[in-house]
Nanobody
Framework: QVQLVESGGGLVQAGGSLRLSCAAS????????MGWFRQAPGKEREFVAA????????YYTDSVKGRFTISKDNAKNAVYLQMTSLKPEDTAVYYC?????????????????WGQGTQVTVSS
């Protein structure tokens, strides 16, 4: 089993920045592909970004391209989401997720491991 714990959420004004972190523990001997998803009230969980096991390939949903950056540190078993130029529509609970590997990193059902989520609120 792998346990994931997110941190770094909070309240920020529009145009501001936040850096989310996700720490993995447990059976982390294998590198994992990691993803960030978010869920706003009354909406379905949506894909935000993903990174391959090696960290060499990244994926982003169109609405965050150029503003968010996903990265990972395999030595520290951690993945990060640097968010800049935040908008009120970015407000959501952000979840990190892990999988041994997937050809569909944007599909939440591909990830067996999930964190508890961290709230990001962007005020206008």
């Amino acid at each position: 089993q792998v346990q994931l714990v997110e941190s770094g959420g909070g309240l920020v004004q529009a145009g501001g920045s936040l850096r989310l972190s996700c720490a993995a523990s447990g059976r982390t001997g294998s590198n994992y592909a990691m993803g960030w998803f978010r869920q706003a009230p009354g909406k379905e969980r949506e894909f935000v970004a993903a990174i391959s096991q090696s960290g060499s390939t990244t994926y982003y949903t169109d609405s965050v391209k150029g503003r968010f950056t996903i990265s990972k540190d395999n030595a520290k078993n951690a993945v990060y989401l640097q968010m800049t130029s935040l908008k009120p529509e970015d407000t959501a609970v952000y979840y990190c997720a892990g999988t041994v590997g997937t050809s569909y990193p944007f599909r939440p059902e591909q990830y067996p491991y999930w964190g508890q989520g961290t709230q990001v609120t962007v005020s206008s």
